[in-house]
């Protein structure tokens, strides 16, 4: 995409190597924007190492102190930020947020959930655009999920309310802040074959009707467009990434799989 060229990207949770965010910030990177990255741990500097050029910071973003300095530290390296993939949420290293009933859920784990992926992204976005209102230019994707905006899996309550409440402030967004040259589009992934996926996920995969899970640089090729200036038309939309998963009604193994 030509349209990321020497633009300034930021992308949340990139700290896994086999992770959707940084799949995300090499698609982009290879596309020729300027990339920084961040996660709550220091292993985002060897995703650093792994990314010639980019910019790196370790931060938790449910603490404003961190974000300042996060975006602080980025418009410092690279240049006022153009492109914002809020990717970061579901789990954070060294915090647990199991799954249980909306019955059994603590006022602390709905707290930490929303928190971790829907509060989190609010606060970046925030911070990215009085920026990108000054320019009139910028491209918000939130990594949603099919999880709330679409389905429901018993047990997730709370990562499904965050995710649907990540499609609802991106359609508000999008609404507030076309006439200013920003875009604000969801992605929603299905089943994706990462460092965190359970063999059930996996396995999960290989009923939808491509026959296996998703790729990470699969999603991140959907980040990629909505990140460009090709893109400039698209606003306030949900792009399932899920092999054709929630548009079938059963669930069977394809022949051979």
Same mark, same amino acid.
């Given at each position: 995409?030509?349209?990321?060229?020497?633009?300034?990207?930021?992308v949340?949770?990139?700290g896994?190597?086999?992770?959707?965010?940084?799949?995300?910030?090499?698609?982009?990177?290879?596309?020729?924007?300027?990339? %920084?990255?961040? &996660?709550?741990?220091?292993?985002i500097?060897?995703?650093? /190492?792994?990314?010639? =050029?980019? $910019?790196a910071?370790? #931060?938790?973003?449910?603490?404003?102190?961190?974000?300042?300095?996060l975006?602080?530290?980025v418009?410092?390296?690279?240049?006022?930020?153009?492109?914002?993939?809020n990717?970061?949420?579901?789990?954070?290293?060294?915090?647990?947020?199991?799954?249980?009933?909306?019955?059994?859920?603590?006022?602390?784990?709905?707290?930490?959930?929303?928190?971790?992926?829907?509060?989190?992204?609010?606060?970046?976005t925030?911070?990215?655009?009085?920026?990108?209102?000054?320019?009139?230019?910028?491209?918000?994707?939130?990594?949603s999920?099919?999880?709330g905006?679409?389905?429901?899996?018993a047990?997730?309550?709370?990562?499904? %309310?965050?995710? &649907?409440?990540?499609?609802?402030?991106?359609?508000?967004? /999008?609404?507030?802040? =076309?006439? $200013?040259?920003?875009? #604000?589009?969801?992605?929603?992934?299905g089943?994706?074959?990462?460092?965190?996926?359970?063999?059930?996920?996996?396995?999960?995969g290989?009923?939808?009707?491509?026959?296996?899970?998703?790729?990470?640089?699969?999603?991140?090729?959907?980040?990629?467009?909505?990140?460009?200036?090709?893109?400039?038309?698209v606003?306030?939309?949900?792009?399932?990434?899920?092999?054709?998963?929630?548009v079938?009604?059963?669930?069977?193994?394809?022949?051979?799989?």
């Amino acid at each position: 995409m030509a349209g990321v060229q020497g633009r300034v990207a930021l992308v949340t949770g990139a700290g896994s190597a086999e992770g959707i965010g940084f799949a995300c910030a090499r698609a982009l990177a290879a596309a020729g924007a300027r990339v %920084a990255i961040t &996660a709550t741990t220091a292993r985002i500097f060897e995703r650093q /190492a792994e990314l010639p =050029g980019s $910019h790196a910071a370790c #931060a938790d973003l449910t603490r404003q102190e961190d974000l300042d300095a996060l975006i602080a530290g980025v418009e410092a390296m690279l240049g006022p930020i153009d492109i914002l993939v809020n990717n970061a949420g579901m789990a954070q290293t060294g915090r647990d947020l199991p799954s249980r009933p909306l019955r059994d859920q603590t006022d602390d784990g709905w707290s930490f959930g929303l928190d971790i992926s829907l509060t989190s992204a609010f606060r970046v976005t925030r911070a990215v655009l009085p920026g990108m209102r000054a320019r009139r230019h910028g491209r918000i994707i939130q990594m949603s999920s099919v999880t709330g905006p679409v389905v429901g899996i018993a047990g997730s309550a709370t990562y499904a %309310a965050a995710k &649907a409440g990540m499609l609802g402030l991106t359609r508000c967004l /999008a609404v507030e802040e =076309g006439g $200013h040259g920003i875009t #604000a589009n969801c992605i929603g992934p299905g089943w994706i074959a990462t460092a965190s996926s359970s063999d059930a996920e996996r396995t999960a995969g290989r009923f939808t009707p491509v026959g296996r899970p998703g790729r990470p640089e699969e999603v991140a090729h959907a980040a990629l467009f909505l990140a460009a200036d090709e893109a400039s038309y698209v606003t306030g939309q949900l792009i399932v990434v899920d092999g054709g998963n929630t548009v079938q009604e059963y669930k069977v193994a394809l022949p051979g799989k």
